[in-house]
């Protein structure tokens, strides 16, 4: 059973900073596409930043420039730094391993955890 432990939510005023972590087995950890996602109140779900198994990394346009998506091999853990947070930050953020494959064999989620910006 794989399991994605998120953690590093909570509740920051506007400008301020957050990391949050994402950490599962050895197992998926270097074969998979890694994504960070987010959904705010009201909203559809929402794909943040992505890591190919390559480590390139991509970030939806909004955050460019204040997010940044890290993996550390040895822990088997992804972050995605988060800076200069806005309000419209504010949301649900869950992190996802998945298949990088066309097959799509597998995806797991982790729990969500909420970040709340506040102006």
């Known amino acids: 059973q794989v399991q994605l432990v998120e953690s590093g939510g909570g509740l920051v005023q506007a400008g301020g900073s957050l990391r949050l972590s994402c950490a599962t087995s050895?197992?998926?950890?270097?074969?998979?596409?890694m994504r960070w996602y987010r959904q705010a109140p009201g909203k559809q779900r929402e794909l943040v930043a992505l890591a190919t198994t390559g480590s390139s990394t991509q970030y939806v346009e909004s955050v460019k420039g204040r997010f940044t998506l890290s993996r550390d091999n040895v822990k088997n853990t992804v972050y995605l730094q988060m800076n200069s947070l806005k309000p419209e930050d504010t949301a649900v953020y869950y992190c996802?391993?998945?298949?990088?494959?066309?097959?799509?064999?597998?995806?797991?989620w982790g729990q969500g955890t909420q970040v709340t910006v506040s102006s």
């Open positions: 050895r197992s998926i950890f270097s074969i998979s596409v």
């Open positions: 996802n391993f998945a298949d990088p494959g066309p097959a799509g064999r597998y995806s797991y």
